[in-house]
Nanobody, 133 residues
């Protein structure tokens, strides 16, 4: 059974930082690309960041990519020894307020990360991030 469990959301002032974590079980984590998405009230779920799988026994690394709205402020990373993907969020803005979801890539050994809701079958439960002005 595949499970994705997120943690680390909360309330922060504009300009502050938060670090989200997503622990994955039920799959060989290092074989899969991972993604972070978010959904603000009244809006569709949108892509935030993705990281590719890593090769062999590499603990960290992977190719990363970001939406234009978070590029330069957010950093996605992974620790294969802990089966966990992270999202470090700096210089937060009120418009970053949303429920954040991690997602597991649909197929193992994909050559890159993913950007669409349709490229995953598994989501975390979501964690609320609220940025006050």
């Amino acid at each position: 059974q595949v499970q994705l469990v997120e943690s680390g959301g909360g309330l922060v002032q504009a300009g502050g930082s938060l670090r989200l974590s997503c622990a994955v079980s039920g799959r060989t984590f290092s074989y899969y690309a991972m993604g972070w998405f978010r959904q603000a009230p009244g809006k569709e779920r949108e892509f935030v960041a993705t990281i590719s799988r890593t090769g062999g026994t590499t603990r960290t690394g992977g190719t990363t990519d970001y939406s234009d709205s978070v590029k330069g402020r957010f950093t996605i990373s992974r620790d294969n020894a802990k089966n966990t993907v992270f999202l470090q969020m700096n210089s937060l803005k009120p418009e970053d307020t949303a429920v954040y979801y991690c997602a597991l890539g649909k197929a193992p050994f994909a050559s890159s990360g993913f950007y669409s809701n349709h490229d995953t079958d598994y989501w975390g439960q979501g964690t609320q991030v609220t940025v006050s002005s």
